[in-house]
Structures are given as structure tokens and as C-alpha cells.
């Protein structure tokens, strides 16, 4: 078995190669190329990178092995042979050296655009989604061509430079590497260019746009030079909210309320008065409509100990039953604290001092 695999990978490296050149091979001069292998054994090592390009929707790298006739053989079940030119011109449009030998047996490093992608994703989902079965996962590992439970671990590895992981006992894996730190940092020191960078890698490996990979409409923006700033703008808001509501788990951290559309990813410093700090989810929190806007104005705030305080000099004037339903309930209650990128004291700090109506 072992030997076999080796024979498959080897022959993966073998047609890439040959896709590459924009050429064919035949069957026995492939079988001499992986090693004292007949022409008649080489069809079982086809059909493993048969299936796989077929999972993973690939264009059909087995068609270039062609018999005497010049066609495939009758194991090719890939595409349809009536129309194999077709099958051709997507194997030679496509470049295989952004696709990692999937048979591979060595352990591969990753690259520092995996690893920024992979932070992209644990910026995104629920850290306690973080799991090889996530189809966020195995999307992000189909992009990158990793395993799902590589990128898994990746996410996991991110985890143990938590803080907030940390102090709830849950430390992430201890394997991190280097890179994986540097990247964090990296992050941490700039959110709003890595934060758009990483977007943008996606797009350029699954071949979109990167609004498209952002799931955002851009049809209203004027054309010309303002229109990429405008959507550079656009894109990182949009990424500010995933981040933010994933961390809290698509929760507000005031009234547990646990409807997306309900929920807006506020800023604790304003956008407009921090630009360093406009992407970080550590700015950010989850709330609810009502509360965003009373926030927004200072009517309320988070103390850095993280609990609710409301505007005396406001909520003094009006005694209702509504207002103490959604607001005096809440008073120095403490918010719920968000998996991952717990809110900055420092922020909270500044909106104390310098948003919140205290008198």
C-alpha cells in the first residue's frame, strides 16, 4: 500500500507537469516515468486523481493519458470523450501549481498566504466551531488545498494566543509555530490592510472577485478612482461585523438577544476616530438595534470591567415601563463576554469618557 501511494503521488506530480507543457502522455511511457510500472497497472493509479478532481471539482488531469489511438482508455470515465478537447482546454487553462499534490506523503510547511487565509476564517466562525466537519472549514481547506482537519488545528493554534481563550481555560492547541504567531501579530498590529489582504487572496485563488468573496453589492458605486476606495470601505465594514458577531456568537452582549438581523457590530471607539483600530474586533460589540444607537449616542456604556451603565442625565426624564424593560433592567449588570477578541478596557475606556452622557 505504501508503495502504491508513493506511485500515485509521484504520478499526480507527473501529469501536472505534463498539463503544464500543454502536452499528453501515454500510458506506458507514464508508467515508466513513475517507476517499472506496465501500461496495464497504470489505470489503478489513475483512478484515485480521477476521483479526486472529480470531488473537488478539478478539470479531469487523467485525460491527458492517452493509448495508441490517441484518446483515453476505456478506465477514463472523467469526461465525455466525444467532446475530449474540450476536456484538454480545461486542463491546460488551469494552473496546476496553485493546486498541492494532494497524495503528497511529506509533510508540507504552510505558506504564509495559508496562513493568513486560515486566520481569515478564525476571525469568521464561532471558536467552538472551529471543527474539521465545519463547511466553512472544509471550504477554506478545499481553497487552500489542506485537509479539513489541518486547517482545523491551524484554527486551534490561533486559539492558544487568546486572552480571552486563555482565562476561560480553553488554550487552543500548543503546536503554534512562528508563522502562526507573526501572523496574529500581524493582524493584531493592522487589521484594516490584513483584514483586506486576506479577502483579497481568496478571491485570486478561487478566481472571483472580491466583492463576491465578501458577499456584498457594490452595483450602487460610481465608476473611476473613487470606487475602489469606496468598496475597499465597504468590504473591511462588512468584515468588521463577521468578525464581531462571531465572536459573540451571533449574541447581543446586553439582552442575549440571538437573531442576526436583529444584531449590529458596533464600534466602541467611532469609526471616524481611530483608523488603526477601525477593524478590530476587540473594538466591537455585539448589540442589538436599540441598544447600538443608544450606545452610538452615549446614552449608555460598557465600563472596562464590563458592565452596563446608562445616562442619568437622559434616562432620569423618562420613568416608563418600556424604558425600564429595555434599559434600567440592565444597570450594572454584566454584558455576556464574547468567545474570542474580548472588548479592549482601553476602548471602553475612551467611550467613558469622552461618548457616554454621564450627568
Avoid at 487565509?117 to 472551529?130: D, E, R
Amino acid at each position: 500500500m505504501q508503495k502504491e501511494n508513493k506511485q500515485i503521488e509521484k504520478c499526480w506530480d507527473i501529469l501536472t507537469d505534463v498539463a503544464n507543457d500543454k502536452g499528453k502522455i501515454r500510458y506506458q511511457e507514464l508508467g515508466d516515468k513513475i517507476g517499472d510500472v506496465h501500461a496495464r497497472q497504470v489505470g489503478r493509479i489513475l483512478e484515485p486523481i480521477q476521483d479526486y478532481c472529480l470531488k473537488n471539482d478539478l478539470p479531469p488531469l487523467t485525460i491527458l493519458v492517452i493509448n495508441q489511438d490517441g484518446v483515453p482508455g476505456i478506465g477514463f470515465t472523467a469526461w465525455k470523450i466525444n467532446n475530449a478537447e474540450e476536456g484538454f482546454r480545461q486542463v491546460y487553462k488551469k494552473n496546476w501549481n496553485e493546486v498541492n499534490n494532494p497524495f503528497s506523503t511529506k509533510p508540507k510547511n504552510w505558506t504564509r498566504e495559508e496562513t493568513i487565509i486560515a486566520f481569515n476564517l478564525y476571525c469568521k466562525i464561532p471558536f467552538s466551531k472551529a471543527v474539521s466537519g465545519n463547511p466553512n472549514v472544509i471550504e477554506t481547506a478545499k481553497i487552500i488545498g489542506r485537509s479539513p482537519s489541518s486547517v482545523a488545528m491551524k484554527l486551534g493554534n490561533f486559539g492558544s494566543f487568546d486572552p480571552e481563550l486563555k482565562k476561560r481555560n480553553i488554550g487552543g492547541l500548543t503546536n503554534a509555530s512562528k508563522l502562526d504567531k507573526a501572523i496574529w501579530d500581524e493582524f493584531n498590529g493592522n487589521w484594516e490592510e490584513l483584514t483586506y489582504e486576506s479577502e483579497n487572496l481568496i478571491a485570486n485563488m478561487t478566481h472571483q472577485s472580491i466583492d463576491q468573496v465578501a458577499e456584498i453589492d457594490v452595483t450602487d458605486l460610481p465608476e473611476g478612482s473613487e470606487r475602489s476606495t469606496l468598496m475597499k470601505t465597504r468590504i473591511n465594514q462588512s468584515l468588521f461585523r463577521k468578525f464581531v458577531l462571531s465572536a459573540y456568537n451571533n449574541t447581543c452582549c446586553i439582552t442575549g438577544i440571538r437573531i442576526p438581523q436583529l444584531l449590529i457590530a458596533s464600534h466602541i471607539i467611532p469609526w471616524s476616530k481611530d483608523k488603526k483600530n477601525r477593524l478590530n474586533p476587540r473594538n466591537g460589540l455585539s448589540l442589538n438595534a436599540l441598544h447600538d444607537k443608544a450606545f452610538d449616542n452615549g446614552l449608555i456604556t460598557v465600563t472596562p470591567d464590563f458592565r452596563l451603565k446608562i445616562s442619568k442625565a437622559t434616562f432620569e426624564r423618562y420613568k416608563d415601563e418600556v424604558i425600564t424593560n429595555f434599559f434600567r433592567r440592565y444597570e450594572n449588570e454584566k454584558i455576556y463576554l464574547p468567545e474570542k477578541f474580548a472588548p479592549e478596557p482601553e476602548f471602553l475606556e475612551y467611550h467613558n469618557k469622552h461618548i457616554f452622557e454621564k450627568f
